[in-house]
């Protein structure tokens, strides 16, 4: 039986982290302008 091919080994420190940090900051300004859009609407 072959193993899976989703069982690869994680990349590299540093890419993880950054991906971290991207989808972060992708979160944390989705959630900002999401906020922003809502106040200018409601006034």
Do not use: C
């Amino acid at each position: 039986m072959p193993v899976a091919h989703g069982t690869r080994t994680p990349g590299p420190l540093w890419k993880r982290l950054l991906w971290f940090a991207a989808l972060w900051l992708g979160g944390l300004a989705a959630v900002g302008l999401v906020a922003w859009t809502l106040r200018l609407w409601i006034g």
